[in-house]
């Protein structure tokens, strides 16, 4: 396989990173999400994410785990995902946002409000 690190947006599929040997913050070609994170876990990139978003006041925790309970049809998971890139020997995972009229944070914020909504 070949090396370097390669991320598609998890909205559109966009590939935004094609083999390259680095890859920062940016926003996907296809859709104008903003990415941002690249840390090795999960949770320490919601963190970083919210930094530079101007959220950290935000608790990433609880939107992590409101993160992974987004079912495929709801909103926000349309504005907010979670994924990884593809690398040689661990993943980075990245946080894309879809900012919409509220912004980053206004977005994020609403993954705070998303708690368990009754159904199911
Ligand atoms: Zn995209």
Do not use: K, Q
């Amino acid at each position: 396989m070949s090396d370097g690190i390669t991320l598609a947006c998890p909205f559109c599929e966009t590939v935004v990173a094609d083999a390259l040997p680095e890859i920062g913050p940016g926003r996907c070609p296809g859709c104008d999400a903003r990415y941002e994170g690249g840390e090795d876990s999960a949770p320490a990139t919601v963190r970083a994410a919210l930094a530079a978003y101007n959220a950290d006041d935000l608790p990433a925790g609880e939107i992590l785990d409101n993160l992974f309970r987004l079912s495929p049809d709801d909103d926000l998971a349309h504005r907010v995902a979670i994924t990884s890139d593809r690398r040689e020997d661990f993943y980075g995972w990245w946080l894309f946002v879809h900012e919409g009229p509220e912004g980053a944070r206004g977005t994020l914020a609403c993954l705070t409000r998303h708690r368990h909504a009754g159904s199911g």
